[in-house]
């Protein structure tokens, strides 16, 4: 608090604790003082002056809350609250600028309790956090809160322990700004999970966190997780702990999420977004848990933290190509989680391995280099026997075309030459033209004559 005069005097009269002497007479006081040093209102059903409250009185607190200009957090919790008592306080809490936290947890409140909250959530310029963990909701409560918040700026919505089993989302109706989600300990199913997909998907994707821990979620809505999850770029904590029908299988789907080593274009394609992704362990009667794949699972996650935090993803690849695709003790085990049996150097160009087996001798020195070369060298062969190919081919095709250059030379020639005689041809038959005239036609016409004549005799 500032200690000049003007500060002092808004100094508080009135604290807002557990004090037996705390009376709803002397709250409403603090409130429509409006004073900047209130900025928090927390009250609990354990509290006198919530106990004595009537509907009425709820319903003033709401307006005094309203209009009051410097409340940021308003707390009242653990059974302070029914459907009944927030419709009053609601009705008078239309609106509020100032309120960014609203903490309403542990209270009786339903379906009806959230119907009486729609206007104020649709209002409330400034709020960015609701916490409803262990409420009633159910839900048709929790979808018509998904709908009611579709134009706020809420960043972080705890709805855990609320008996949550269905989800359904509208793509253009849900909480657009949202970032963080909590729905642990709810009776969430796969159908669940595809409600969920729907705040994953698209570009306009911005959740980064989501607690679904200690649900009844299975393979099938892990498949549904993993499918949405295989072109975001927000999420970055996902925790699925507690959630008892994901298996084996379930681990490994999400084990090739965040590092799918089928192939390197795979690898490279993978989620390099989730830094953290919980999964609990299980142990099947005196063997140890199965954490070989949660392992490589946080393995992957930590590359993807250590390159911007899950923002460069790019890095995040090319690391886990090296890290887990050219190492080869690494890829063979995770070749062996994932079914995979074909060798990595198959899908090489063998024009670009010698530069691969260079990048792995400078990743992780002359042993694994060995390692690679002895498992590429018919390749490395193959790719001498490739260039002397193409060589060839290309000198090949380059007689060929001189070849065909000569001969095409040849033939215009001759062309040519024909040509000439054509046009020589042309000639003689105009010149034999013009040189005809009347008096050489006479006298052929008497040589003719003369030889008749002496073939018959005549003189």
């Known amino acids: ?9 808004e100094e508080p009269l009135y604290e807002f604790d557990d004090d037996e002497d705390m009376t709803f007479a002397v709250i409403m006081e603090a409130v429509h003082r409006n004073g900047p040093y209130v900025t928090e209102l927390e009250g609990s059903g ?13 319903e003033q607190l709401g307006r005094g809350v309203s209009n009051h200009t410097h409340l940021e957090s308003l707390r009242i919790s653990e059974g302070a609250l029914n459907d009944q008592r927030v419709a009053f306080f609601f009705r008078g809490l239309m609106r509020s600028s100032s309120i960014s936290e609203m903490h309403l947890y542990e209270n009786e409140i339903g379906v009806a309790g959230v119907q009486s909250m729609v206007p104020f959530l649709q209002s409330a310029a400034n709020l960015r956090w609701l916490n409803l963990d262990d409420t009633n909701l159910q839900s048709e409560g929790f979808n018509l809160l998904l709908w009611a918040l579709r134009g706020s700026p809420i960043e972080k919505l705890s709805c855990a322990r609320c008996g949550i089993e269905s989800i359904e989302i509208d793509n253009n109706n849900f909480p657009q700004h949202l970032k963080h989600l909590s729905l642990s300990l709810n009776s969430i199913k796969a159908d669940g999970c595809r409600g969920l997909a729907k705040l ?17 979620i299975d393979d099938d809505g892990v498949e549904i997780l993993v499918d949405a999850l295989q072109n975001n770029t927000s999420l970055k904590t996902l925790d699925l702990k507690g959630n008892d029908g994901i298996s084996d299988h379930g681990d490994m789907m999400l084990l090739q999420l965040v ?44 590359i993807n933290r250590g390159y911007g935090n899950g923002n460069n993803p790019e890095e995040a690849g090319r690391e886990k190509v090296i890290e887990t695709q050219l190492r080869s003790e690494t890829r063979a085990e995770l070749c062996r989680l994932q079914g995979v049996d074909h060798s990595l150097f198959n899908e090489i160009d063998p024009l670009h391995l010698p530069d691969v087996l260079a990048l792995i001798g400078r990743s992780h020195g002359h042993g694994e280099l060995y390692d690679a070369l002895s498992s590429s060298i018919m390749l490395l062969f193959s790719t001498v026997n490739v260039k002397k ?16 250059a000569a001969k095409l030379a040849e033939h215009r020639a001759k062309a040519e030459q024909l040509d000439a005689k054509l046009a020589a041809m042309e000639e003689v038959v105009e010149v034999e033209g013009n040189e005809r005239d009347p008096d050489n036609g006479q006298r052929s016409n008497k040589r003719r ?5 002496g073939l018959w005799g005549g003189a």
């Not at 608090?1 to 005097?9: E, L, P, T, V």
């Not at 994953?200 to 649900?215: C, Y």
């Not at 004559?449 to 004549?453: A, D, G, I, T, V």
Request: proline content about 1%; overall charge negative.
């Open 1 to 9: 608090m500032d200690s000049d005069a003007g500060s002092s005097m």
């Open 389 to 404: 190919c193409i060589q060839q081919e290309r000198d090949h095709h380059l007689a060929e075309a001189a070849e065909h």
């Open 449 to 453: 004559r003369k030889w008749w004549w």
């Open 259 to 302: 590092n799918d080593v089928s192939s390197i274009k795979a690898t490279l394609q993978s989620n390099h977004t989730l830094t953290k992704l919980h999964i609990s362990q299980r142990v099947f009667l005196l063997l140890e848990p199965n954490t070989e794949t949660q392992a490589y699972i946080k393995m992957a996650t930590e």
């Open 46 to 58: 354990g509290d006198n002056w919530i106990q004595s409250m009537s509907n009425e009185d709820w």
């Open 200 to 216: 994953l998907q698209g570009g306009g994707a911005r959740l980064s966190t989501l607690w679904v821990n200690h649900n009844k």
